[in-house]
């Protein structure tokens, strides 16, 4: 059998001082490593030298890290990946900062990514790389001689060509890509866009099988949604943290409907958005007043990046006129937390939640829009609220979906979720349930790394 050889750039594999797999991704790859006798290479987080790698082996799974110098982390972690993909990828161009240097500490990043992981590699290992991060990597490994299967996931959105062609290096970023085997979305939508950049600029062909060719080279391009661990979350769901979680926000709501939302404190996440929309409900149902609160959880991230800074200020403000113009003496209509849960007691506060309200403006996948869902009880489940431009709403069609532009729209979900029966909250559910426990993540990763596996060993 073939190893696995991921590649990210951090890895949450577990280790001994983290001895739990970090998340949905972590436990779907950490089991598919130990079965392949595979490594997960990556960032440490850690800044300095970049010298050899640290490898550790804990519970059957090796990691391998390396340090990276300040200048790297700045240009291609703080810069490239986060000032310039990101927001590009997101269709936010006006965020997007485009910097030479960012790019050229990109690419050095990945080299470095290529000299340091090249020599630890088997010639039948099958490679796996993840992310805006390290588009490049694939190549460089080519360049090294590596012959592999080598495949690439994208986790989020793929942009339209016309807003990627502000990318003074798109051409080359694309052509990277041409050096994978196997390129995955996470929905057709995405799939599509780089269908279209590939035909319009760059003169390629769409063949049989999900075949794309441009001049010699033919690749496959996949669209392969992630999943949650569905089966860990609902096992989450019954566990006597989330069961305490829930008693203590059922105490706390008395008998009022609890909306909640979950996201990274991100632009992307639509988080004002959300805000606004709920600001309208409470304008347009004065009579709701005192029935309904929202609960915002929302650790920071990427703090060191101005954009983020910007919209933590502006969601505070927000949050704090919102309280100001409908908070009573006995009823705050806000909850806005900055911090991390542990993953019961996330499904704890789902599992209370009358709706789940998720308005990314754009957004590769969306896992926590899985996650309500499967944390739901079956006999009486919540709604969700789930912006249209999520990748999830491919698959969560019973959602109620809301363009999340537009806060009329937010607040009539609201309101509709609010009234909506039992029988029909129970029929929206259902389908939905159905797919996160059969489209979860060990669906997804095996569907990526069979289609891997197909591609015939060079001779
Ligand atoms: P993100 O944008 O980071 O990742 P998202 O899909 O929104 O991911 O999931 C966030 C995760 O963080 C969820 O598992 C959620 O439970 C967790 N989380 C959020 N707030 C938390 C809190 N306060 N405490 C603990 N956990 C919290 C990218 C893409 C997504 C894509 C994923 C996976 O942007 O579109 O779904 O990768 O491919």
Same mark, same amino acid.
């Given at each position: 059998?073939?190893?696995?050889?991921?590649?990210?750039?951090?890895?949450?594999?577990?280790?001994?001082?983290?001895?739990?797999?970090?998340?949905?991704?972590?436990?779907?790859?950490?089991?598919?490593?130990?079965?392949?006798?595979?490594?997960?290479?990556?960032?440490?987080?850690?800044?300095?030298?970049?010298?050899?790698?640290?490898?550790?082996?804990?519970?059957?799974?090796?990691?391998?890290?390396?340090?990276?110098?300040?200048?790297?982390?700045?240009?291609?972690?703080?810069?490239?990946?986060?000032?310039?993909?990101?927001?590009?990828?997101?269709?936010?161009?006006?965020?997007?900062?485009?910097?030479?240097?960012?790019?050229?500490?990109?690419?050095?990043?990945?080299?470095?990514?290529?000299?340091?992981?090249?020599?630890?590699?088997?010639?039948?290992?099958?490679?796996?790389?993840?992310?805006?991060?390290?588009?490049?990597?694939?190549?460089?490994?080519?360049?090294?001689?590596?012959?592999?299967?080598?495949?690439?996931?994208?986790?989020?959105?793929?942009?339209?060509?016309?807003?990627?062609?502000?990318?003074?290096?798109?051409?080359?970023?694309?052509?990277?890509?041409?050096?994978?085997? +196997?390129?995955?979305?996470? *929905?057709?939508?995405?799939?599509? &866009?780089?269908?279209?950049? @590939?035909? /319009?600029?760059? #003169?390629? %062909?769409?063949?049989?099988?999900?075949?794309?060719?441009?001049?010699?080279?033919?690749?496959?391009?996949?669209?392969?949604?992630?999943?949650?661990?569905?089966?860990?979350? +609902?096992?989450?769901?019954? *566990?006597?943290?989330?069961?305490? &979680?829930?008693?203590?926000? @059922?105490? /706390?709501?008395? #008998?009022? %409907?609890?909306?909640?939302?979950?996201?990274?404190?991100?632009?992307?996440?639509?988080?004002?958005?959300?805000?606004?929309?709920?600001?309208?409900?409470?304008?347009?149902?004065?009579?709701?007043?005192?029935?309904?609160?929202?609960?915002?959880?929302?650790?920071?991230?990427?703090?060191?990046?101005?954009?983020?800074?910007?919209?933590?200020?502006?969601?505070?403000?927000?949050?704090?006129?919102?309280?100001?113009?409908?908070?009573?003496?006995?009823?705050?209509?806000?909850?806005?937390?900055?911090?991390?849960?542990?993953?019961?007691?996330?499904?704890?506060?789902?599992?209370?939640?009358?709706?789940?309200?998720?308005?990314?403006?754009?957004?590769?996948?969306?896992?926590?829009?899985?996650?309500?869902?499967?944390?739901?009880?079956?006999?009486?489940?919540?709604?969700?609220?789930?912006?249209?431009?999520?990748?999830?709403?491919?698959?969560?069609?019973?959602?109620?979906?809301?363009?999340?532009?537009?806060?009329?729209?937010?607040?009539?979900?609201?309101?509709?979720?609010?009234?909506?029966?039992?029988?029909?909250?129970?029929?929206?559910?259902?389908?939905?349930?159905?797919?996160?426990?059969?489209?979860?993540?060990?669906?997804?990763?095996?569907?990526?790394?069979?289609?891997?596996?197909?591609?015939?060993?060079?001779?």
């Amino acid at each position: 059998m073939s190893r696995l050889i991921v590649i990210s750039n951090r890895v949450s594999a577990p280790t001994a001082d983290q001895p739990g797999a970090q998340g949905g991704l972590a436990v779907a790859l950490t089991a598919a490593l130990r079965e392949a006798d595979g490594i997960w290479f990556g960032w440490s987080g850690d800044t300095g030298e970049t010298g050899e790698l640290k490898f550790e082996t804990y519970d059957g799974v090796t990691s391998a890290t390396i340090d990276l110098p300040e200048q790297d982390v700045e240009e291609y972690y703080d810069g490239y990946a986060n000032r310039t993909l990101w927001p590009l990828f997101h269709y936010r161009l006006g965020l997007t900062e485009f910097e030479r240097d960012f790019q050229g500490g990109y690419e050095r990043v990945n080299r470095v990514f290529g000299d340091v992981i090249g020599p630890h590699i088997q010639p039948d290992d099958l490679i796996w790389v993840h992310d805006y991060h390290m588009i490049p990597l694939g190549w460089v490994l080519r360049q090294r001689g590596l012959t592999n299967r080598i495949g690439f996931f994208l986790h989020i959105p793929w942009p339209p060509t016309r807003l990627l062609t502000a990318l003074p290096e798109h051409r080359r970023l694309v052509e990277a890509l041409f050096a994978y085997d +196997v390129i995955g979305f996470q *929905s057709d939508e995405w799939l599509e &866009t780089f269908h279209d950049y @590939v035909i /319009s600029e760059m #003169g390629g %062909s769409i063949g049989k099988n999900e075949h794309i060719t441009v001049g010699g080279r033919t690749i496959r391009a996949i669209a392969c949604p992630i999943g949650i661990d569905a089966k860990e979350f +609902v096992a989450s769901a019954g *566990s006597s943290q989330a069961r305490t &979680t829930h008693a203590r926000m @059922v105490e /706390s709501s008395i #008998g009022r %409907s609890l909306i909640v939302g979950v996201d990274r404190l991100d632009y992307s996440k639509g988080l004002e958005e959300h805000f606004n929309g709920y600001q309208r409900y409470l304008e347009t149902h004065p009579d709701a007043h005192s029935n309904v609160y929202l609960l915002q959880i929302a650790p920071p991230s990427r703090a060191q990046v101005q954009s983020y800074q910007d919209i933590r200020a502006q969601l505070d403000a927000l949050s704090g006129r919102i309280n100001g113009a409908f908070a009573d003496i006995d009823w705050v209509p806000l909850r806005y937390v900055n911090q991390g849960f542990s993953r019961d007691m996330l499904a704890g506060v789902y599992r209370a939640a009358r709706i789940g309200l998720v308005t990314p403006l754009r957004d590769g996948m969306n896992l926590v829009a899985k996650e309500y869902v499967a944390a739901q009880d079956p006999e009486d489940p919540g709604v969700l609220i789930l912006s249209q431009f999520a990748g999830a709403a491919a698959q969560l069609g019973n959602a109620l979906l809301v363009n999340p532009y537009s806060p009329d729209d937010i607040a009539d979900a609201i309101e509709r979720a609010l009234a909506m029966s039992r029988e029909e909250r129970i029929a929206r559910w259902r389908p939905m349930f159905e797919n996160v426990r059969d489209e979860d993540v060990i669906w997804w990763r095996k569907r990526f790394t069979k289609a891997l596996m197909a591609v015939p060993i060079p001779a």
